[in-house]
């Protein structure tokens, strides 16, 4: 009988677990809030199971197609796949959402954080702001108290892999505090690289020159470069990790050094269209800059657009118009366009007083049309400068230039990339200098170009010569710099730095270059509002000049 019941137990004991099944796992799953996102880790979603709100792994999405996320998700790159996280936390921004008061996000950097805010509510704040951080919820070690028209700082000096706490104080004048966001908490890390990418055709020639945009939130990435003498453009809808077959871009022969934009879709509250995403690409033939569009929705290209005669094009778009900047005749000359890319008005030249002016770039502001241009030229018969105009209303003037560079003479600065903090509307210029060799500079201006910083050497410590730098800038208001460096051969590196000094480690994003005699060069860059980053370089590995990809996040 007792021998019985023993078995009985056992009996009933193995269908209580078997119906339990997941009862241990259940009761180990992370609870969550259904109404924010956010409280689940990437990967997972919020959901009621059995009258308990818990965090559930989601399948692997495809970020070409929009529904296979819920509401409140967004498809993100992690790792080798791509899954739902919530969108206002996705990638490396962390936020803290306050619908009445301030809204806080940060991105995830090397021993920093980077925090932003916006305020909604209706309290004071014209004493400024007061921000407290610390590794214990609720438990402040560290504070920074900044201007009241100051909505980004960058807290550094902080522990890698450590979870850290921020909240936003805002401040009456007498310093008095009149509201206290929500707490956010965040981790300082680097940026990894994802294993590279062979964009081009392999052995199918030099393929050279590559430029590069994205969507804002990554889903498309446009790649376009030089394919012996026509110009080649390829699109990758999974972030990168894989590209369509390159497509000339217009009929015809002599083209060279491409530039792209991409106008971002507009949606109204309702969600319905306004404007259509369209990726504008310019190059040069034959002495002549011309232009053409491509509609993701089509996949066609536009009947390609004569700009004006010129060399080395460059393009930004706004909401209603799109800019080409270009040199000729040892000139800089600015045009618009407000009927799509259809026709442009007349080239206006935006670099008088200056001798050889060559190189241009641009970049202008989605929110206020303003637009600024930088290029190296000379003044008499000294050494080559960087300078840069602004126009504060849309391109319709300009006004004088500014030197950037604050070199006293004798040393020659080339190939600028200009960038502007959407957010702050501070541009920032990075260039090759020869001030002790050659190495990459970095400057801002925190009054729409008006006056320009101390110019910071972003290649000091690195050993050797960098060239060629191309920058941009994400929506934390980090900038990120790729550049060519021959401190181990000659390889494209990649770093962070801020107005505030901030220096990341160099990442190779290249697996092969600069060892065995393996060359990259012309580095291309681009981000999304997620806290990834693209790069595309030249590479010789195969033989012929190949174009390589590789996110980093």
Known sequence: MYRHMIRLIAIFTVLFLTACGGCNEREHRDECDLGDPSTCPAGERCVDDRGISVC????????????????????????????????????????????????????????????????????????????EYGVASQDYHGDREVDSDVRHINL???????????????????????HTSCELDAVPRMLEFQPEVLVSESGSGDQLAPAIASTTDGHRI???????????????????????????????????????????????????????????IAWEESGEIWITSYDPEDDEFDEPTRVASGNRPAIAVTSDAVHVVFEDGGDILHTLSEDRGVSFDSPVVISSGVNDSSHPAMATSIFTDDVFVGWHGYRGSGDSDIYAVRSLNGGI??????????????????????NVNERSQTVYASWEDRRGGANVYFSWS??????????????????????????????????????????????????????????????????????AGVVADNPAVAADHYGAVFVAWEEDRHGNVDIFFARAE
């Open 397 to 418: 003037s300009f006004d004088d230039f500014r030197q950037v560079d604050d070199d006293p003479g004798g040393n020659n600065q080339r190939h600028v990339s200009i």
């Open 222 to 280: 446009y790649l376009v470069w030089e394919d012996g003498s026509r110009i080649v453009s390829s699109l990758s809808t999974d972030f990168g990790d894989t590209w369509d077959t390159a497509q000339p871009v217009a009929p015809g022969s002599g083209q060279s050094n491409p530039d792209v934009a991409v106008r971002q879709e507009i949606r109204d509250g309702d969600g319905d269209l306004i404007l259509r995403e369209l990726a504008y």
């Open 156 to 178: 550094r000096g902080l522990d890698n892999g450590v979870t850290h706490y921020v909240v936003v104080h805002a401040l009456d004048p007498d310093g008095d505090i009149t």
């Open 56 to 131: 559930e792994e989601l399948e692997s999405c495809d970020p070409a197609v929009p529904g296979d996320c819920p509401g409140g998700y967004i498809c993100r790159p992690l790792g080798d796949r791509a899954v739902c996280e919530p969108e206002l936390s996705a990638g490396r921004i962390p936020h803290c959402i306050d619908s009445e008061g301030i809204d806080v996000f940060a991105v995830e950097a090397y021993e920093a954080l980077s925090v932003s805010w916006n305020v909604r509510g209706d309290f004071d704040h014209r004493g400024g702001f007061l921000v």
């Open 446 to 515: 925190d009054d729409w170009g008006e006056s320009w910083e101390d110019n910071i050497d972003v290649g000091a410590g690195m050993g050797g010569d960098q060239f060629r730098p191309q920058a941009v800038v994400d929506v934390a208001g980090n900038v990120y710099v790729a550049m060519q460096d021959t401190s181990s051969g000659r390889r494209v590196v990649f770093s962070r730095f801020n107005a505030e000094g901030s220096f990341d480690p160099p990442l190779i994003p290249s697996g092969q270059a600069g060892a």
